[in-house]
């Protein structure tokens, strides 16, 4: 394995975690605005 190739899986591999990271956000802030929502 050369080094470029461990460098692209090494980008392509923190790209999805900051995608996984992004939607588990997006995820917990609908939970959190529709509890806020029934309990206001």
Known sequence: MTRDELNRELRMHS???QAVA???SVIIGTLLL???AITA
């Open 15 to 17: 790209a999805s975690w």
């Open 22 to 24: 992004f939607m588990y």
């Open 34 to 36: 529709s509890a806020m």
